[in-house]
């Protein structure tokens, strides 16, 4: 089956006693055991197994073409597991220059403490990354597009580079979901998601996601997910089993709307430079053209003038909220440097080219022409 009908039904059937056409939010911590563990299907107490849980997992896996999908409570709380999974003291991650900031923040203040080193390059330049994996290393991270740059990593390349130094490649596919990548089929071994943004799609959620093909790696993980616990629960697997079912048309009216976006902040005059991996001018343009189908919702764009000016601009919007996160229906803008990367170090961030300027649109599903009136009215100010 195809993306749109996975969306809609992978991981799903009606519920077996009444037909209920929508996954049952099962709301119970524990099982009735009909003699001391003997339990039905695997189930005897819900931070192990949730049928709402295991038909969400169930549905991911399949828009990832993976053939185990483990949900956590945040997308945090995913890449945790796979870093305790995969590493221990005197091991190496290596992994991209321009990563979601707490993704930084859970390597250097979480796992580096332990022993567990880091080294960071641009992934997006084949050659750093292969001198980098010149000396073994435990897993290598990626995320294509990046927050917020909106750089490409050729995943097909990374991973070959990847699995020769013996790294377990992962990436993170959060911003640009199974509609418009899928890393497994191009040679990575782990995807992750923030469910948070585009597969919740409706901003009310928090969670994480892990999609894998590997048998031994699924149980490890699978192990963690149990005997650390991080797991959502069932309200949050119904409401991203929800929004996973409308991924595929949220996505079409996102990048449709991102396109014309990006299109007319190049041509202002107000504006320096624009991020959006659909615009020819973008360094990695051609990479994206060819492992993505379409270049999603996510712009990022400088504008002339001072880091206050472009700050103050932010706040002017009326469409666009002023608010972390990304990936909901409704459009968000936001200043990276002080709000979501603002625990990379000042010069980490310029040293990968995150300008103190940079501003960064989440484009919503909403009406094209309305929110551009409503940036060239906070642009003129
Ligand atoms: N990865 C990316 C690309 C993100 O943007 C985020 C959050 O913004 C995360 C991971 C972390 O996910 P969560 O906030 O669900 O823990």
Redesign the pocket.
């Known amino acids: 089956m195809r993306l749109g009908t996975l969306a809609v039904h992978a991981g799903q059937t009606p519920d077996p006693t009444t037909g209920a056409i929508m996954t049952p939010v099962f709301c119970t911590s524990t099982y009735v055991q009909e003699y001391p563990n003997v339990v039905k299907d695997g189930h005897d107490y819900s931070r192990g197994k949730n049928p709402t849980r295991t038909a969400l997992q169930d549905n991911l896996a399949a828009l990832e073409g993976g053939r185990f999908g483990l949900c956590f409570s945040?997308?945090?709380?995913s890449?945790h597991t796979v870093i305790t999974a995969l590493c221990k003291p005197g091991d190496r991650i290596v992994c991209g220059n321009d990563?979601?900031g707490?993704?930084f923040r859970l390597f250097r203040k979480v796992f580096e403490p332990y022993g567990i080193t880091l080294d960071v390059v641009d992934s997006t330049d084949l050659d750093a990354l292969a001198a980098a994996l010149q000396q073994p290393a435990k897993v290598l991270w990626l995320?294509t597009p990046t927050?917020p740059l909106l750089n490409i990593t050729d995943l097909a390349a990374a991973a070959e580079l990847g699995h020769k130094a013996g790294a377990v490649v992962c990436c993170?596919n959060?911003?640009a979901t199974p509609y418009l990548q899928r890393p497994l089929e191009l040679g990575c071994d782990l995807v992750?998601h923030?469910?948070?943004?585009y597969l919740g799609g409706h901003s009310d959620v928090?969670?994480?996601a892990l999609v894998v093909n590997d048998e031994k790696l699924h149980e490890q993980l699978a192990f963690l997910q149990f005997a650390v616990g991080a797991v959502p629960g069932p309200q949050d697997c119904f409401l991203l089993l929800r929004g996973t079912k409308t991924l595929h048309v949220r996505m079409q009216r996102h990048c449709e709307n991102a396109a014309v976006i990006a299109s007319w902040l190049g041509e202002h005059p107000k504006v320096s430079k624009v991020y959006y991996p659909g615009l020819p001018t973008h360094k990695n343009h051609a990479v994206a053209a060819q492992q993505m189908k379409d270049f999603g919702g996510m712009i990022s764009f400088v504008l002339k003038g001072s880091v206050e000016d472009g700050m103050a601009m932010t706040a002017r919007t009326k469409v666009f909220a002023l608010a972390?996160?990304?990936g909901g229906v409704e459009s968000l803008i936001e200043h990276p440097p002080s709000m979501?990367h603002a625990s990379i170090p000042a010069e980490q961030r310029r040293a990968s080219g995150l300008d103190d300027g940079l501003i960064r649109l989440s484009v919503g599903i909403e009406d094209v022409d309305d929110l551009l009136a409503d940036l060239e009215q906070a642009i003129e100010g």
């Open positions: 945040s997308g945090l709380a890449i990563l979601y707490g993704t995320e927050n993170d959060t911003f992750m923030s469910t948070t943004k928090i969670g994480g972390e996160s990304l979501t």
